[in-house]
T-cell receptor, first 112, second 110 residues
Framework: EAQVTQNPRYLITVTGKKLTVTCSQN?????MSWYRQDPGLGLRQIYY???????DKGDVPEGYKVSRKEKRNFPLILESPSPNQTSLYFCASSFDTGREQYFGPGTRLTVT | GQNIDQPTEMTATEGAIVQINCTYQTSGFNGLFWYQQHAGEAPTFLSYNVLDGLEEKGRFSSFLSRSKGYSYLLLKELQMKDSASYLC???????????FGAGTTVTVRA
């Protein structure tokens, strides 16, 4: 089954404790992206990747890191989480920006 | 990101028609997407318009006017399951970013 998976689905953590949210797709997509979704603000792009070892900043990259060492995986890293990073996070993939994106199920992160 | 505007909320009756507007400002144009997102779920793709005009897909249609920076999503014969948020999204023309509007929450009443 074609899908995008994210783990964990839910995470409660404390300020400053490094965490990684994994994302994996099995569709051989070139383009992968991370978004955060907050009430009233919609989906905002954090980082995206056009291919292996090619990543770039979206609109809200501060406080986040990503890597793309393999085509299928695109982890999101929060080196020192803060409460303003409490949000719902979605990973997505597509063949390119002109094609439909497939979204993972979301990760609800709470930073206290 | 791009400047994308959509109404925040709309309410309609089962069986009726609702039109969700989206206006955008971009230096170039690489198409416009519509996604549907049910509460607590991930967005799912509805349509992609790159040329002017109306594209119909069953009960859902999407219209684009590039000269006006305007699109709409038309939902016909509304069903209760159409209650969801509808997101308009525009790819950047000079990099590979994708910007979303804040979404329009549609509530279908019996």
């Amino acid at each position: 089954e074609a899908q995008v998976t994210q783990n964990p689905r839910y995470l409660i953590t404390v300020t400053g404790k490094k965490l990684t949210v994994t994302c994996s797709q099995n569709m051989n997509h070139e383009y992968m992206s991370w978004y955060r979704q907050d009430p009233g603000l919609g989906l905002r792009q954090i980082y995206y990747s056009m291919n292996v070892e090619v990543t770039d900043k979206g609109d809200v990259p501060e406080g986040y890191k990503v890597s793309r060492k393999e085509k299928r995986n695109f982890p999101l890293i929060l080196e020192s989480p803060s409460p303003n990073q409490t949000s719902l996070y979605f990973c997505a993939s597509s063949f390119d920006t002109g094609r439909e994106q497939y979204f993972g199920p979301g990760t609800r992160l709470t930073v206290t | 990101g791009q400047n994308i505007d959509q109404p925040t909320e709309m309410t309609a009756t089962e069986g009726a028609i609702v039109q969700i507007n989206c206006t955008y400002q971009t230096s170039g144009f690489n198409g416009l997407f519509w996604y549907q997102q049910h509460a607590g779920e991930a967005p799912t793709f509805l349509s992609y318009n790159v040329l002017d005009g109306l594209e119909e897909k069953g009960r859902f249609s999407s219209f684009l006017s590039r000269s006006k920076g305007y699109s709409y999503l038309l939902l016909k014969e509304l069903q209760m399951k159409d209650s969801a948020s509808y997101l308009c999204a525009v790819p950047s023309s000079n990099d590979y970013k994708l910007s979303f509007g804040a979404g329009t929450t549609v509530t279908v009443r019996a």
